[in-house]
């Protein structure tokens, strides 16, 4: 079973439009991370919060986490045509399971 | 290093066969997770070893999947016998520390398509 809920499903923006996307889980963690997967290739880690934490920034990425809603939010900034990927969110609990929501799929047209 | 090293990276075989997917984690990370793709269910956790020991199986699908982790430079995830319901994508990764600080390395994946 999955860990996580993403939303939405699929996003298409343009080029330099902001794209956010949410994740929802279930169960107590020790952090939240995002990846990104390009078509075909294996998940490439973009950004990790801790529980006690409730914002990170890395470059165009910001991460929000509410532990009380049990949710995460995505936030890639002036976003470029090479950001076209699916994003998942995971959750790490404390005996180390790492489990990824369903994913995001963005496509950012030029 | 070379990241997580996973073989074959493609494998076509008839239903009723055996199917064995391999591993490489990246050297002295310390957990080790099997993950199956598909469309219709996501990117689903199987199972995942700590220390070279299964911690969690309960992902796997049925009996007819088994997974080893006989040393902590090689895993083995075995399908036998293989069903065209089995066809996805496995992906290995693996972590340091559980992931507290650092993140999960993947392999390219295996693409597995029984006929």
């Known amino acids: 079973s999955q860990q996580g809920e993403e939303d939405p499903q699929a996003l298409s923006i343009q080029e330099g439009e902001n794209a956010t996307m949410n994740c929802s889980y279930k169960t107590s963690i020790n952090n939240l991370q995002w990846y990104r997967q390009n078509s075909g290739r294996g998940l490439v880690h973009l950004i990790l919060i801790r529980s006690n934490e409730r914002e990170k920034h890395s470059g165009r990425l910001r991460v929000t986490l509410d532990t009380s809603k049990k949710s995460s939010s995505l936030l890639i900034t002036a976003s470029r045509a090479a950001d076209t990927a699916s994003y998942f969110c995971a959750t790490e609990d404390s005996w180390g399971k790492l489990q990824f929501g369903a994913g995001t799929q963005v496509v950012v047209t030029p | ?115």
């Open chain 2, 1 to 115: 290093d070379a990241g997580v090293i996973q073989s074959p990276r493609h494998e076509v075989t008839e239903m009723g066969q055996e199917v064995t997917l391999r591993c490489k984690p990246i050297s002295g990370h310390d957990y080790l997770f099997w993950y199956r793709q598909t469309m219709m269910r996501g990117l689903e956790l199987l199972i995942y070893f700590n220390n070279n020991v299964p911690i969690d199986d309960s992902g796997m699908p049925e009996d007819r999947f088994s997974a080893k982790m006989p040393n902590a430079s090689f895993s083995t995830l075995k399908i036998q016998p293989s069903e065209p319901r089995d066809s996805a994508v496995y992906f290995c990764a693996s972590t340091q520390t559980g992931g507290r600080t650092t993140e999960a390395f993947f392999g390219q994946g295996t693409r597995l398509t029984v006929v």
